[in-house]
């Protein structure tokens, strides 16, 4: 494990950071059960087994030859833990467990990585080391930190479709209590919008966050809450998963080849609707954020006589004021804590929807940081003045295909940097797994 007890090139906080995600990344690992690492919790996805090595691989694969002049010593690993599966179309996986290396065999594999890369960077701080594509030692960092954050993201809502018994439950924070609350909307006021990162700014950002830009937003309405899952139970008990107008073409023949009915997360039994958290199964929590596809949010808005919100509008209900200040997040310039919101992987579950009121938007709009991300309508694409990472091409470029949207956000597994304003998530509109919510507009 890396530990710094001196001042190093690339600083100790950062370091320190590359460590506690590991602590992050190993412990998560820990709640599956040794014979379950070769299961496949989501049919799209890899196995678990896949991402044990995939981490360390990255972080390898981004530093150890052009910036820290290490040798490989084992490129077949180097290789096949490289990439992971984005599940647009095409056919499932069809490997088999035997297919992968012993889960001893790639534990030896990350120790390797881990002390070399580890022995590099603490033996003469970092000193000596290259940039690699004009980009320096501290961006890359930061690049396999949020990497590896993300995936302890992916990771959670996978090991979440694992069977419970397949994993060992794990101790989480207190459940907020539901408290009152009635429907309502909120008033955003016309007025511009800031998106995306200025370049030389001195923050962090990955290169969809780049160029800044203004937009002008007119005026328009926001739900105040995310919508909750008793509101989308009187959708799906209205028969909006079997009403054709509420669909789009390509939604429609996605829900019926696949006969969803309900969100991934609920489970009929008896007549009643239960909920899967992370350990267990409980009685659907009405005031909880409804986690479901972009397909099936679409439908609700629909269904509701409104519509998804564009990723300026939402920026806008978001860090907008009505003096045109910006702010740093909804609730001011204070860091992000737990009374602003369910983030930073203090709880493994969603909590109520107004939980958390100390993190609102100064139009007081709720909850628009942590539990759960929002889908807005707009789909992913670049920002004007876009160039790719160099050295990570394929990490925005190869989803601007017009078939991935906008989430803004974050969820209750979502690190607390990457709540800056300018990060941006993005996933197809057929996929349900993803702790995602929604909110609608009207204009």
């Given at each position: 494990?890396?530990?710094?007890?001196?001042?190093?090139?690339?600083?100790?906080?950062?370091?320190?950071?590359?460590?506690?995600?590991?602590?992050r990344?190993?412990?998560?690992?820990?709640?599956?059960?040794?014979?379950?690492?070769y299961?496949?919790?989501?049919?799209?996805?890899?196995?678990?087994?896949?991402?044990?090595?995939?981490?360390?691989?990255?972080?390898?694969?981004?530093?150890?030859?052009?910036?820290?002049?290490?040798?490989?010593?084992?490129?077949?690993?180097?290789?096949?833990?490289?990439?992971?599966?984005?599940?647009?179309?095409?056919g499932?996986?069809?490997?088999?467990?035997?297919?992968?290396?012993?889960?001893?065999?790639?534990?030896?594999?990350?120790?390797?990585?881990?002390?070399?890369?580890?022995?590099?960077?603490?033996?003469?701080?970092?000193?000596?080391?290259?940039?690699?594509?004009?980009?320096?030692?501290?961006?890359?960092?930061?690049?396999?930190?949020?990497?590896?954050?993300?995936?302890?993201?992916?990771?959670a809502?996978?090991?979440?479709?694992?069977?419970?018994?397949?994993?060992?439950?794990?101790?989480?924070?207190?459940?907020?209590?539901?408290?009152p609350?009635?429907?309502?909307?909120?008033?955003?006021?016309?007025?511009?919008?800031?998106l995306?990162?200025?370049?030389?700014?001195?923050?962090?950002?990955?290169?969809?966050?780049?160029?800044?830009?203004?937009?002008?937003?007119?005026?328009?309405?926001?739900?105040?809450?995310?919508?909750?899952?008793?509101?989308?139970?009187?959708?799906?008990?209205?028969?909006?998963?079997?009403?054709?107008?509420?669909?789009?073409?390509?939604?429609?023949?996605?829900?019926?080849?696949?006969?969803?009915?309900?969100?991934?997360?609920?489970?009929?039994?008896?007549?009643?609707?239960?909920?899967?958290?992370?350990?267990?199964?409980?009685?659907?929590?009405?005031?909880?954020?409804?986690?479901?596809?972009?397909?099936?949010?679409?439908?609700?808005?629909?269904?509701?006589?409104?519509?998804?919100?564009?990723?300026?509008?939402?920026?806008?209900?978001?860090?907008?004021?009505?003096?045109?200040?910006?702010?740093?997040?909804?609730?001011?310039?204070?860091?992000?804590?737990?009374?602003?919101?369910?983030?930073d992987?203090?709880?493994?579950?969603?909590?109520?929807?107004n939980?958390?009121?100390?993190?609102?938007?100064?139009?007081?709009?709720?909850?628009?940081?942590?539990?759960?991300?929002?889908?807005?309508?707009?789909?992913?694409?670049?920002?004007?003045?876009?160039?790719?990472?160099?050295?990570?091409?394929?990490?925005?470029?190869?989803?601007?295909?017009?078939?991935?949207?906008?989430?803004?956000?974050?969820?209750?597994?979502?690190?607390?940097?990457?709540?800056?304003?300018t990060?941006?998530?993005?996933?197809?509109?057929?996929?349900?797994?993803?702790?995602?919510?929604?909110?609608?507009?009207n204009?």
């Amino acid at each position: 494990m890396l530990t710094v007890q001196r001042e190093s090139a690339v600083g100790d906080l950062l370091l320190e950071r590359v460590s506690d995600a590991r602590r992050r990344s190993d412990a998560l690992f820990e709640i599956v059960r040794d014979e379950a690492m070769y299961d496949r919790p989501i049919p799209e996805r890899h196995r678990i087994i896949f991402y044990v090595g995939h981490l360390e691989a990255f972080d390898w694969n981004l530093l150890h030859e052009s910036v820290l002049g290490l040798r490989s010593f084992h490129p077949e690993f180097d290789h096949l833990f490289a990439f992971g599966i984005d599940p647009v179309g095409g056919g499932l996986p069809n490997d088999q467990p035997s297919d992968w290396p012993s889960l001893d065999r790639v534990s030896e594999y990350v120790r390797k990585i881990r002390t070399s890369l580890d022995e590099r960077l603490m033996g003469n701080g970092g000193n000596g080391a290259r940039q690699r594509d004009g980009f320096s030692l501290e961006t890359l960092l930061n690049v396999a930190i949020e990497h590896r954050l993300m995936h302890l993201e992916t990771l959670a809502y996978m090991l979440h479709q694992l069977p419970l018994e397949r994993k060992i439950p794990q101790a989480g924070s207190v459940t907020p209590l539901a408290s009152p609350l009635a429907y309502s909307m909120i008033k955003i006021p016309g007025g511009a919008v800031r998106l995306g990162l200025k370049r030389g700014s001195g923050v962090f950002g990955w290169d969809n966050e780049f160029e800044a830009h203004a937009a002008e937003v007119p005026a328009f309405e926001i739900d105040r809450y995310m919508v909750r899952n008793g509101q989308f139970r009187e959708f799906l008990e209205d028969g909006g998963y079997e009403r054709r107008e509420l669909w789009g073409d390509a939604d429609w023949e996605w829900k019926s080849a696949g006969d969803i009915s309900c969100p991934v997360f609920w489970r009929e039994q008896d007549g009643a609707w239960l909920y899967r958290t992370m350990f267990g199964e409980i009685p659907l929590p009405l005031q909880w954020p409804a986690y479901v596809s972009h397909a099936e949010a679409s439908a609700y808005a629909r269904w509701a006589g409104k519509t998804l919100p564009k990723e300026e509008q939402w920026q806008r209900a978001a860090y907008g004021s009505r003096d045109e200040a910006e702010r740093l997040y909804p609730w001011g310039n204070e860091a992000p804590g737990p009374k602003h919101g369910n983030f930073d992987f203090e709880r493994w579950d969603p909590a109520p929807v107004n939980a958390h009121p100390q993190g609102s938007s100064a139009f007081g709009v709720e909850g628009m940081l942590g539990n759960g991300w929002e889908w807005t309508s707009s789909v992913f694409g670049p920002f004007p003045g876009f160039e790719p990472f160099p050295f990570y091409r394929g990490y925005s470029a190869d989803f601007f295909d017009g078939k991935h949207f906008v989430m803004k956000g974050g969820s209750a597994r979502t690190a607390a940097c990457m709540l800056r304003p300018t990060f941006r998530n993005w996933f197809q509109p057929h996929y349900q797994y993803v702790y995602a919510g929604f909110r609608c507009v009207n204009v």
